[in-house]
């Protein structure tokens, strides 16, 4: 079973109980749904969109090619994924 949302912390954005409270505190932006347009590179609606504008990360060519001489903490050409 899941846990019920907190209707204070839905209506309000904080919850007076804080850490003791029994219900489930969920961050209002997790359920806006990604833009579909600008998954695949533009939207239309820019800034004025209602959904979720998510950056994709650049990831290092080298690492991509096979081999990234720097590693994976000291590249600044990109991020190194956990495939």
Known sequence: ???P???FFVRNGYCSNGEEC???HV???SKIP???HYENGF???GPNCAKKHVRKQVLCKFFLAGFCPDGRVAC???AH???
């Open 1 to 3: 079973r899941k846990m």
């Open 5 to 7: 949302e907190c209707n």
């Open 27 to 29: 961050d209002p932006d």
């Open 43 to 45: 939207c239309p609606l």
């Open 22 to 24: 029994l219900y489930l």
């Open 81 to 83: 994924p956990k495939w």
């Open 76 to 78: 600044k050409e990109g």
């Open 34 to 36: 990604r833009c579909p």
